[in-house]
């Protein structure tokens, strides 16, 4: 059985850092992309950055590109995501799911984490 579990998340002032991760498990080689996905209040469901499975490639949002980095760890089975220079907009709940398809398309991925959030306020 698939299970994700993220952590990492809290309250962090304008311009601060924070590190999600998500570790996995219970996954087979059918699964080809972990993602990350943010959801505020009233707004729906935002994709983040997804990375491959196998080669490690990443994609970004746009709202995103060039502050948030996202990483793997496979001997731990492990994804990360760096979160630099936040803004109070990035205030939401954080998901990590994994799919078998490259992409920032929510309802592309097949299994999800229960969430962490992130709030960025001073």
């Known amino acids: 059985q698939v299970q994700l579990m993220e952590s990492g998340g809290g309250l962090v002032q304008p311009g601060g850092s924070l590190r999600l991760s998500c570790a996995a498990s219970?996954?087979?080689?059918?699964?080809?992309?972990i993602g990350w996905f943010r959801q505020a209040p009233g707004k729906e469901r935002e994709g983040v950055a997804c990375i491959s499975i196998s080669d490690g490639s990443t994609y970004y949002g746009d709202s995103v590109k060039g502050r948030f980095t996202i990483s793997r760890d496979n001997a731990k089975n492990t994804v990360y995501l760096q979160m630099n220079s936040l803004k109070p907009e990035d205030t939401a709940v954080y998901y990590c799911?994994?799919?078998?398809?490259?992409?920032?398309?929510?309802?592309?991925?097949?299994?999800w984490g229960q969430g962490t959030q992130v709030t960025v306020s001073s």
């Open positions: 219970g996954f087979t080689l059918d699964y080809y992309a």
């Open positions: 799911a994994i799919g078998q398809r490259y992409g920032l398309v929510p309802y592309e991925y097949d299994y």
